[in-house]
């Protein structure tokens, strides 16, 4: 293939180079520098929405625990759990159902159950949080429901 001026337009002239090393060392620099950056900030949003997804859910499972409290006059005990929700938890429910309050037992947005404790009369429902452990500051601060209400 030819161009206008008749050369050969694979041709390499011989005032035309590569980049260098040290020019691909700089871009290689400068490109891992922002995704560092980027990557920190994608960090923090994510984190950040696990939070939120965390409260959400804990206000969600505490209608459930209302409704269930409407129909059996209490809510499960800290024994029974959120199972309780899901599947009838027999003689100390008559009124359970007809339907389960929940599809499925709820696991919080790091993949762990919620810790549930209730005498029948209260309930407390705890997302332990990025570090799965009760406890914590920031994203590992636990996440409880007396203090969303």
Known sequence: MTSLRGQN????HKNERGMTL???????????????FLGTSAVGFLNRG???TAKIQIKEISKSLEAYNLSCNSYPTTDEGLKALTASPGESCPNWG??????KEPKD????????????????????GKDRKIGGDGYDKDINSTELE
Do not use: C
């Open 109 to 128: 947005p790091w993949g762990r159950p919620f810790v549930y404790e209730s005498d029948g009369g209260n309930f407390t429902l705890i997302s332990t």
């Open 9 to 12: 337009m694979f041709s390499i």
């Open 22 to 36: 040290i020019e691909i060392m700089i871009v290689l620099v400068i490109v891992g520098g922002l995704m560092a």
């Open 50 to 52: 696990k939070v939120d």
């Open 98 to 103: 007809p339907e389960p309050y929940m599809k």
